[in-house]
């Protein structure tokens, strides 16, 4: 962890794939009282409420997994990631962000954030920040060494995990 952020990756083949993924993570934050903040480029509202109908877990926290905003935005730009950052670490110690696209996508979002929080050091010192960047397996083909190197670690459906436990023979590269 590089200061008080870390960067998870996570991998999935489908918007099925992706919810199911997460809901495990999502219901054991939320029912810690975290926040989840999403910087999706695919909507999976509907999923996440299907989904969420036909499994048992408290109805209280089925209503928090579903205030969280599973709409995709748009926010790109040094602004947009701007005013969301701010927003978003406004009150909170702990502050989770899903980041969900193709890895152009996640990379230039991952750039700006960085940004971002480079200008905030001091602001952020007591914060812990979570990045979750989810790469759709299509998308990213040759490219997983790379990202596993830009990250600390791993989700997948049984949790946060180290990467050498999920990829045997995996070693970082060092810059």
């Given at each position: 962890m590089?200061?008080?952020?870390?960067?998870?990756?996570?991998?999935?083949?489908?918007?099925?794939?992706?919810?199911?993924m997460l809901?495990?993570?999502?219901?054991?934050?939320?029912?810690?009282?975290?926040?989840?903040?999403?910087i999706?480029?695919?909507n999976?509202?509907?999923?996440?409420?299907?989904?969420?109908?036909?499994i048992?877990?408290?109805?209280?926290?089925?209503?928090?997994?579903?205030?969280?905003?599973?709409?995709n935005?748009?926010?790109?730009?040094?602004?947009?990631?701007?005013?969301?950052?701010?927003?978003?670490?406004?009150?909170?110690?702990?502050?989770?962000?899903?980041?969900?696209?193709n890895?152009?996508?996640?990379?230039?979002?991952?750039?700006?954030?960085?940004?971002?929080?480079?200008?905030?050091?001091?602001?952020?010192?007591?914060k812990?920040?979570?990045i979750?960047?989810?790469?759709?397996?299509?998308?990213?083909?040759?490219?997983?060494?790379?990202?596993?190197?830009?990250?600390?670690?791993?989700?997948?459906?049984?949790?946060?995990?180290?990467?050498?436990?999920?990829?045997?023979?995996y070693?970082?590269?060092?810059?």
């Amino acid at each position: 962890m590089e200061n008080n952020k870390l960067r998870i990756c996570s991998f999935y083949v489908s918007d099925w794939h992706l919810t199911a993924m997460l809901l495990p993570f999502i219901e054991e934050k939320t029912e810690k009282g975290e926040i989840i903040n999403t910087i999706l480029e695919k909507n999976i509202t509907y999923n996440m409420k299907e989904i969420l109908s036909r499994i048992k877990i408290s109805n209280r926290t089925k209503e928090q997994i579903l205030k969280i905003d599973w709409k995709n935005k748009s926010l790109i730009k040094y602004g947009e990631i701007r005013k969301f950052m701010e927003k978003v670490t406004r009150n909170q110690k702990t502050v989770t962000i899903l980041v969900e696209g193709n890895k152009d996508r996640i990379d230039y979002i991952n750039k700006n954030i960085d940004k971002w929080m480079q200008k905030q050091e001091r602001k952020l010192k007591r914060k812990e920040i979570k990045i979750i960047n989810c790469y759709e397996v299509t998308e990213f083909n040759n490219n997983l060494q790379e990202i596993l190197d830009k990250h600390d670690k791993i989700l997948n459906t049984s949790g946060i995990h180290e990467i050498e436990e999920m990829y045997s023979g995996y070693v970082k590269k060092r810059a």
